[in-house]
């Protein structure tokens, strides 16, 4: 009588389990290479807050995908001429996994006017934040200003418009 003999079986060991995707982030895939005939997709963990379409802006090498939100922002129209916007700043998240720099690989926030970048830290970010809310405070102050003064010269005061004024003047009352 012959026994068969079942060969030994792997333990769970020698399994290698895919990795586990890191909290906060999920799997995408990018597409990398020169050009669409060479390119090749490839699976990147990307953060949450990421809306870069990485298949649809493809990069050469893996080494250069970044990870990018959509930037908000506002210009400062004139109305003199052809009222232009004169300045603008828009601000967005983004972060270089490759980059040298320890704070270019953490998310950071950048501000830009179109050709002058700012790279902030999240602590930076809030500081200008608050300067931001500041200056809008004085932004405010300087048009209920202008729209009494305005009002002073065209004739449509009355004597409480009249008072807030010499008060926003520093005059006596």
Not at 35 to 57: F, G, K, L, M, Q
Not at 82 to 106: K, T
């Amino acid at each position: 009588m012959t026994t068969s003999h079942i060969p030994q079986q792997p333990t769970a060991a020698t399994v290698h389990p895919f990795p586990a995707i890191k909290p906060g982030y999920r799997l995408v895939p990018a597409k990398i290479g020169a050009t669409n005939r060479t390119s090749t997709i490839v699976y990147i963990e990307c953060p949450n807050w990421c809306t870069e379409d990485h298949v649809a802006e493809s990069v050469r090498n893996v080494e250069d995908i970044l990870h990018v939100t959509g930037t908000d922002g506002f210009c400062v129209t004139t109305f003199t001429g052809n009222h232009e916007n004169v300045h603008c700043l828009y601000a967005g998240l983004e972060a270089d996994p490759a980059a040298s720099d320890s704070d270019m690989r953490r998310a950071h926030v950048v501000v830009e006017d179109g050709s002058n970048y700012a790279y902030l830290t999240p602590q930076m970010a809030e500081q200008l934040a608050d300067r931001v809310v500041g200056f809008a405070s004085e932004l405010r102050h300087l048009a209920r200003t202008a729209r009494l003064h305005n009002s002073v010269e065209s004739g449509d005061s009355d004597p409480d418009m009249d008072e807030a004024l010499r008060r926003v003047r520093g005059e006596a009352v």
